[in-house]
């Protein structure tokens, strides 16, 4: 099978060299050989040693190879790399890609054409990097009816919480740190405010549920605002902070929905620390799994990326093509569940609100919340003071719909006694 | 597509069951409907309702009835289940089993013929139930060369073990509770022994490495030797017991083992409790990677089943039939590598020796370890007396090779301060 490489930064350069470093395995698994026959890139990668493969600067060049059969597109962003593999799939090659951005934002068009076209556009690269998921959603499990998943899909994200942790440092401080090692990008947005874990979310909630892709509809709040002092009492409660990528089947519609996270030191994925990604899955059969493993890095996404291939490889071996559906599910049977407002939501909340130290603000604040039919699971009274008198009153509560908590924490902020506003951190649940 | 369902069981009546419940869901996920057309059970299962689905007796029905496209086998066993599976390939049958240790043992023969039948013989069902581990190793790393994987791949004996740890109590004791609550069978030699989790670990080495199934070369030791005071110094040194299965790839063997294994209590593999089931494999690109979830269960057993089932769908959709092959690697390119005798392993130990309370003692058993090559990593000495005047001397090793520890174990047994056997226990290190 002849492969042209689009892109040869962190990923494309680790593709490339695990092409040639296991090609003999990567025969022996899919029964003939993957070759690179041309790479595309502007720049050169001083890992890779070409060896007389031939090279352009110009990534359509392979898309006009006659001779090409894949393209991988690892070229990054959503413009040219959207012409290159709507065009690749147009000229009926099969396209790998560790896109997330592009297939959470075009994925259903491109879908669209590559059936169209009887070909695959294989994407496992860009979720979790070499945590074969998407695999597992669409196949592993295919037995089941999902009803829900939550990951940590962003090791930049964790790596602050973990810090934030482990050494009661602040946000910004780890933050700077990060970007120091190279783990954050010197606009940090897209990693700490969640969109990156939102894109992969979006993928994962479509292949979960066969649902088509609602990247636009996805709720999304990040971890910036997160205080060593929630950390601290999270802890107390017997709970860690996580930066969650959720999504949840309802009856009629479908929860999308990224933000820190309290969840039970019991479960697994709270253990989850550093740089590390896992994705918890529940089936109506096979109950939770989890896959852990290494979310991002040069040889480890380039694990998924020439798995795709060699899925790819295997059916042409057999005179067929990949018979799997891009979302898991047929495109004329998928289900039409859209992703529901956040006001929707339901959820369990840590508050945390800080209050003058007078007997009584206890009580008015306990009337609002069971006005709201929110009940209180657990609480705590800090007497140590923060500033002018004011003490953190710190409180877990029962599942409530967002909507309820809106209502009611305005009603609290509106109190004499109560100082700024209240901080919101939802809490996974057992049930969850 | 049309199947035949061999058995009722607890496996078999969940299949019946998830095949029912989710009907419409599997068939929007392969695009063609999976039906039962037969059963063949002794008894009948009081959940599964059959509807007017023709039941048979006999199994060997199934195999002969010409309508029937995949043959199910959940009888378990190895005589019958191996005459119906070897009859379903020979008609031309696929067949999906969940039967660890027919294709631990026959495996090989089995594959042999189906390759020739041009049919599929699908086992994900066999290993660590719903998980789906057979597929990550086979498509989802398929880039990697697995270095090695390690799995507690029997729910019974880390519910032991489990709760060993957390309660202080002994093996006997809550070998007891197991089997009264159903975890454990009446014999309970299959499990605790390691003979369930050796049958599982041969299929796993078998699909990570490309060789043929070696069951007969697996080195199997139990659980039941552990004592609370084991678990106790583990955990004083960082460490928790748990029973793994090891399958190392070296230069030029490979190392099968099945056994009790001091990890770090860092590791998330430390922290999968109770009846879960938890597979670490680490791939030269991907690094290291988990799994997790229920290891046995009806519904999560089914799950796999069913994924298999999907599996042969959806290449039959395309014409075809599934592509990957049985053991990940072309039967003519698989590796040639052999299991490697016990003695040829490396590990590291932990070792607990009653001693006389005299001075000297430690110098003599220090000695005795340095002649063989042995590094202590880490040791401590107790003063509590066990009784007669001896206190234990638990220690940490570095690597050696398991030879090199039975000799030094030998000599130190013959000193006449030291009591009774010297207890040994595996540790894994953060290499492995």
Redesign the interface.
């Known amino acids: 099978m002849k492969v042209g490489l689009c892109g040869l930064g962190t990923v494309g350069g680790?593709t490339f060299n695990?092409l040639v470093?296991?090609k003999q395995?990567?025969?022996?698994?899919?029964?003939m050989p993957i070759d690179i026959i041309q790479v595309a890139s502007r720049n050169m990668n001083p890992t890779c040693d070409l060896n007389g493969i031939a090279h352009t600067e110009n990534v359509f060049d392979v898309v006009r190879n006659p001779e090409v059969d894949v393209v991988i597109e690892l070229i990054g962003g959503t413009t040219v790399a959207k012409d290159l593999v709507m065009q690749a799939v147009e000229a009926g090659k099969h396209v790998v890609t560790a896109n997330k951005a592009l297939i959470a934002e075009y994925g259903n068009e491109i879908f669209d054409l590559a059936r169209e076209k009887g070909v695959t556009v294989a994407f496992?690269a860009g979720i979790a990097?070499?945590?074969?998921v998407i695999?597992?959603l669409r196949?592993?499990?295919?037995?089941?009816?999902i009803k829900w998943l939550a990951g940590i899909i962003n090791g930049t994200g964790n790596f602050i919480l973990t810090e934030m942790r482990d050494k009661g440092r602040t946000f910004e401080d780890v933050l700077k740190e990060a970007q120091e090692l190279g783990y954050a990008e010197a606009d940090p947005t897209f990693d700490v405010e969640g969109i990156d874990a939102a894109h992969k979310l979006t993928i994962l909630a479509s292949v979960a549920f066969?649902i088509p892709l609602q990247f636009e509809r996805a709720y999304t709040e990040g971890i910036s605002d997160i205080a060593p002092s929630d950390v601290r009492y999270a802890e107390e409660f017997g709970y860690r902070i996580k930066h969650l990528g959720i999504a949840k089947r309802l009856e009629h519609g479908v929860e999308l929905r990224v933000h820190p996270t309290l969840i039970s030191e019991q479960h697994?994925i709270a253990?989850?620390d550093g740089v590390m990604n896992a994705v918890v899955i529940d089936?109506?059969?096979?109950?939770?799994?989890?896959?852990?493993?290494?979310g991002a890095?040069s040889?480890?996404t380039?694990?998924?990326?020439?798995?795709d291939?060699?899925?790819i490889a295997?059916?042409r071996?057999?005179?067929?093509?990949v018979?799997?559906?891009s979302l898991?599910?047929?495109a004329d049977?998928?289900?039409d569940l859209s992703v529901v407002s956040v006001e929707e939501i339901t959820s369990a909340y840590y508050l945390r609100i800080l209050v003058q130290d007078h007997p009584g603000v206890l009580a008015k604040v306990a009337t609002i919340l069971s006005e709201h039919g929110i009940n209180i699971e657990s609480i705590t009274q800090k007497e140590t003071e923060e500033h002018d008198g004011l003490i953190p009153l710190v409180m877990l509560t029962h599942v409530v719909q967002e909507k309820n908590m809106n209502h009611a924490t305005q009603a609290i902020e509106a109190l004499e006694e109560v100082a700024g506003q209240v901080k919101r951190i939802r809490v996974a649940v057992s049930e969850d």
């Open positions: 680790g695990l470093k296991n395995e990567i025969a022996a698994r899919c029964g496992e990097g070499g945590i074969p695999k597992a196949e592993g499990l295919a037995a089941n009816e066969g697994l253990k989850v089936g109506d059969a096979v109950g939770q799994t989890l896959y852990y493993g290494a890095g040889m480890a380039a694990s998924a990326v020439v798995a291939l060699i899925d295997r059916a071996k057999q005179g067929s093509t018979g799997v559906p898991g599910h047929n049977q998928l289900n």
